[in-house]
């Protein structure tokens, strides 16, 4: 009997699970003769098992727990600058200013001995940001820690390529250098919109990467040196069912669901940046709007919380309970609380997306921080508001870094959407009023740049990004990289 050839794939986190197993991409593979092994946490390998598992889909834990008593102990302070370097130094011939709010994270929270190399390692950012051939020399430093934590597994099942969901900024960067050094044919898939231009150079010399669009692909080229020919377009599989509308709860169900009014217009808030900036400003701004009757449409607000929002963090936990407070206050705003699998996937598991889906397709109006919702929103044809209410000093404490929302509007993602048109930005309460009623009043407003800017963003808008990059991923196998 032939052996199947078989595909590793690291999905660690909940978005990545959803590229995978809610898309057709790993069924795709499978329906061409491959085996795949996912590689999840620990906690989740019999409960995906038990959803997804069959003969040529098999589930093993990422010992994830080896990974971070290996990076504790083994050269930790080396191995911490090392991705830190990784992480903001592409080159500046791409937009930077995502990676440069995350220096002066680092630098505001780093303590102690940390502290004291900060400003060595900006000054080594600034040769990584002008010079390839530091940037290269860097991704090789990075290939001295590789502990052998898979050995067996590679052993095992004897893999053909290796696909992660990220190029390495989480711990799976220790078994793509595993991998490399073993010869396989190694690489990631672009899952969030905004990495190539948040995460820097690759953990290893890798071989190949599928991207949402020729924007990311440019991001990919210019700033972190790949080459052209290894960066395959591939779009974003995680969104088929978004045109496919697969996902999609009937309008009566998800209304009766939250105990939403069907005759009052429906806005929606999906929080946003919270590590950097609190949200109940905004909250609160919608919330007045309608409790005090100043839009002329009858309305009501439905707030989706943030993952961090669930986080041990006094500040996060403690904006959640002020937001719970103000929905409990008043009939006509609502709250939705993601769901969660095991493990610390958070709440971006992808056992929520009939949520999502449904809160996005039957708002009237769509309010969020510069998410990556609004792309997603866009492709339901949605109106559009990005609601940046600074709080004054943030989040008000001398250890907590704090990041104003009218200074991330320089971020590139965020840069594009405003520069698209595909929505408004409304920085005070007058402007966003103005924004509400406008777009309640005539919804097709900016219909057209919406349009435009998903067809930017994510290449393909018939829902078949998983068949192009299960179909790019298989052509790796047979020797190809483009």
Known sequence: METKQTIFIVADHG????????????????????RIVLLTQDVLVDQLQEKFGQPTLIVEGLRYHRCDQYARSYQFRQQWWLNFLRRVGTSDKINTEAMDSYIRQVEFETRGKQRLLMGAAKQMVKLLRKSESARKRLIQKQMRYIPGIYTDLFEKYNPSLLVSSTYGWRYDRYIMREAIQRGIKTGTVIVGWDNPSSYGIPCAPLDFVNCWSDIQKNELVDGSDWEPSSVNVGGIPSYDNYFNGSWLIPREEYFTKHRLDPERKLISYACSFVTFAPNFRNVDTLAKLIIE??????????????????????????????????????????????????????????????????????????????????????????????????????????????????EIDRWPTHSRFIKSGAGRIAADEITLCQHLENYLNEPSLDRDARRQFVQNEITYTDGTASVHTANYLLSLLEGGLG
């Open 15 to 34: 978005l990545a699970i959803i590229y995978f197993l809610q898309s057709q991409v790993v069924s795709r593979l499978i329906e061409a003769g491959k």
């Open 293 to 406: 009757d100043k839009l002329k449409e009858p309305s009501q607000l439905l707030v989706r919380l943030h993952p961090n929002h669930y986080l041990d963090d006094p500040f996060f936990s403690g904006e959640r309970e002020k937001i719970t407070a103000l929905v409990n206050s008043h009939p006509h705003i609502h709250l939705v609380e993601p769901a969660a699998l095991a493990g610390d996937l958070g709440n971006y598991s992808g056992e929520d997306m009939d949520e999502k889906t449904s809160m996005m397709a039957y708002s009237d109006v769509f309010t969020t921080v510069y998410s990556t919702m609004c792309v997603e929103c866009a492709i339901h044809d949605r109106p559009i508001i990005s609601v940046v209410l600074d709080t004054p000093g943030g989040w008000n404490h001398p250890n907590k870094f704090s990041l104003a929302l009218t």
